[in-house]
């Protein structure tokens, strides 16, 4: 099994930046994808960002040019960088680990359990 530890949410004021970070442990194969996924309240889960196992990301729309995804191989860590946040990006955000190269829809995964993001003045 997996396990995932995300952290790095809170309370940021709109214009303003969060990191957040996502530390996998277990039964980590070598090759791997991450992402990360958010659900706000009374909404669906929705992908944010991913990231394959050979570097090359993927952005939503309402996301690009104000997050950035990276990871640290050697550390199997996860981040998420939040920039000019704005209260719409309110949410839980959710790390995800897919088996494989690619984070399909129906890959092999495992979740975090969620860290919550607040934009409000």
């Known amino acids: 099994q997996v396990q995932l530890v995300e952290s790095g949410g809170g309370l940021v004021q709109p214009g303003g930046s969060l990191r957040l970070s996502c530390a996998a442990s277990g039964s980590i194969f070598s090759i791997y994808a991450m992402g990360w996924y958010r659900q706000a309240p009374g909404k669906q889960r929705e992908l944010v960002a991913t990231i394959d196992y050979s570097g090359s990301t993927n952005y939503a729309g309402s996301v690009k040019g104000r997050f950035t995804i990276s990871r640290d191989y050697a550390k199997n860590t996860l981040y998420l960088q939040m920039n000019s946040l704005k209260p719409e990006d309110t949410a839980v955000y959710y790390c995800?680990?897919?088996?494989?190269?690619?984070?399909?829809?129906?890959?092999?995964?495992?979740w975090g359990q969620g860290t919550l993001v607040t934009v409000s003045s």
């Open positions: 995800r680990w897919c088996e494989g190269s690619v984070c399909y829809v129906n890959a092999v995964d495992a």
